[in-house]
């Protein structure tokens, strides 16, 4: 009898023993799928799953607790992955993310693809070498404008961006504008990558050729400047620049004096700009919007001068 209690007895301890040691049963750090270790400038060290690029200069670092807090990268002095290899420079130069990706969203591969669909190309070099421009833009006068200015503007973008530098990309777009004058031209792309999705872009262009509103034709080259903060690459804010030369239309009857007036027209405009395939249905919409509003304009009667 006694025999038998002290056989009960230690089988309970190894059952104990081994249940305290199986790391299936009890959670740790080291059952984690993936450990990122982040060395602070400041010697102190946080274990995480994930870090990833956030906009201006941060780095979004995932705690394995399951909380989350932003660092700026400065302040980061190396980022070793679960493989001990060492990822400082992916996650601070190149704005990659290491470790396990958020729910929901996909993982960039070591190449930089991001999926089967060409549309999630898009981001610094890191995501991908370069990505499409499709955009539709809507600006209005920022000082109100007068009779025979420019008012307001509708135009489409075609181009493309080479990822030049790891936060850097270059290219070029062909544009098309309608509105209280309409234009043709073609503008170079200058893109400084904040995050994977937002950027400021500067795009200095040369206008081919114009019409003018009223009884103003256009004269010559113009030209034309935008500065676009990008949120997304959906979504952006723009103010636009130009500068047109035109003179006046010499069918202008009511003031012949005035026929060979030449006047130069420039303006700042403010506006929203849409991208990615949103940006194609708008100016589709746009066009077709324009068409039927065009096709019920009444039409002037034809003035006879006796």
């Not at 395939?277 to 919007?289: E, K, L, M, P, Y």
Request: glycine share 10%; net charge neutral.
């Amino acid at each position: 009898m006694r025999r038998s209690a002290w056989i009960l007895t230690l089988s309970l301890l190894g059952v104990a023993h081994t249940a305290q040691a199986d790391p299936t049963l009890t959670p740790s750090a080291e059952t984690t799928p993936a450990i990122v270790m982040v060395y602070l400038e400041s010697g102190d060290s946080i274990q995480a799953i994930r870090v990833q690029p956030a906009s201006v200069d941060m780095l979004r670092i995932g705690r394995l607790d399951g909380t989350e807090v932003f660092l700026p990268s400065n302040h980061v002095a190396r980022v070793v992955d679960e493989r001990g290899t060492d990822r400082t420079k992916d996650a601070l130069d190149r704005r990659k993310l290491i470790g396990i990706p958020p729910p929901g969203k996909p993982r960039w591969t070591e190449s930089g693809s991001a999926g089967p669909s060409r549309f999630l190309h898009y981001g610094p070099r890191s995501i991908t070498k370069s990505f499409g421009i499709t955009e539709t833009s809507a600006f209005t006068r920022a000082e109100g404008g007068v009779s025979g200015e420019r008012s307001y503007s509708i135009a489409f973008d075609l181009g493309r961006m080479v990822n030049v530098t790891d936060r850097t990309a270059m290219g070029g777009t062909l544009f098309l504008s309608a509105g209280s004058g309409a234009d043709f031209g073609v503008r170079a792309r200058f893109r400084r990558w904040i995050s994977d999705r937002s950027a400021l872009d500067i795009s200095p262009g040369v206008i081919f050729f114009h019409d003018e509103p009223d009884n103003w034709e256009g004269r010559g080259l113009g030209l034309v400047g935008e500065a676009v903060w990008s949120y997304s690459r959906t979504l952006g804010i723009a103010a636009q620049v130009y500068s047109v030369r035109r003179t006046r239309s010499p069918y202008w009857w009511v003031d012949p004096e005035a026929a060979d007036l030449e006047d130069r027209d420039t303006g700042l405009m403010l506006g929203l700009k849409i991208g990615g395939r949103q940006g194609v249905f708008s100016a589709i919409g746009a066009s077709v919007v324009g068409l039927v509003v065009a096709a019920n304009q009444p039409r002037d009667n034809p003035v006879t001068v006796p």
